[in-house]
């Protein structure tokens, strides 16, 4: 009798492998979560890949007839050759896995690396994004110790707090920092506050994008600020955030801002700020007083996009619609 190899390259038969997952059964972490999605790519089972996907994650999709179909594309344009694992770190409701996926499409050389997060919501993984390379690119991929944070979704009571104030920037509030930097990059976020990671304290990280530069822009952080003076010019622009995704809204903003703060030094900074950098200010600012994006809009607006926000509450705390 012949058995049907796992398309996760796991050497194992599929019934023992993939299969159980596919079926329903919950894979006990990332690992075996990441190979049961590769396979699932493979097998072209587009249900599966959608409901091990984190309703937080950026390819999570209200529409699902298109969703199901780019799914469905990419699998049936796809060899799946093979698959390394390079990596694969867990720490409490975070996971991390790195792998290489050997693909070819239309004969030609499609792999990639890929450096993919994942999170656990009541007991149960979700796939929630990735960083991707192409090519066999291992050693490009940074795979220190993982320092990825949870983040705290809409309709978690600590995004409406007010944070309290930092009395000392010890070795943990550093260690926060560096765990935030990280965090904030891997989501392809530019600024993230601490409420966000569920630390209801007053500080924020920022990597405003640079005009006309690729690549990233440095780092600056914020602790204790206070923001004064705003210009009376406002700009207006589509703005989203890490906590309530999927959702972007055009806010007009003060286009100037004046910003008081300690940076990690510890030394008082006064600063005065405009474009990006005052924007951003502003929104992680925002989250330190309780206030988020969606709280700017019009009533009509606002209107609209309460049934998503919703939904998104619902799936990400109850689990319903997962
Ligand atoms: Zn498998
Ligand atoms: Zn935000």
Redesign the pocket.
Known sequence: MKVKN?????G?A?VA???P?HNGENPSNALLLM??R??AFALCIPDYIIHTTHPGSPEYSNDRTKWKRSISSFSQETNFEGLEIIDFQERGNVAVVTFIAHILQKKRDESFTEKSFFEKIRGKWYYRSGQLLKGSAPNLMTIGQMRLLPLAYYGNPILRKVADTVPEITDAVRKLVGDMIETMDACDGIGLAAPQVHHSIQLFVMRAPIENVKGLGVVKVFINPKVSEPSVEKWTVSEGCLSIPAIHADVARPSEITIEYTNLDGKHVKERCSDWEARIIQHENDHLNGVLFIDYLSEEKRGELEPLLKSMDKRIHDGTEL
């Open positions: 796992c398309p996760c390259h796991s194992k599929y492998c993939c299969k997952f190979r049961s590769f396979s």
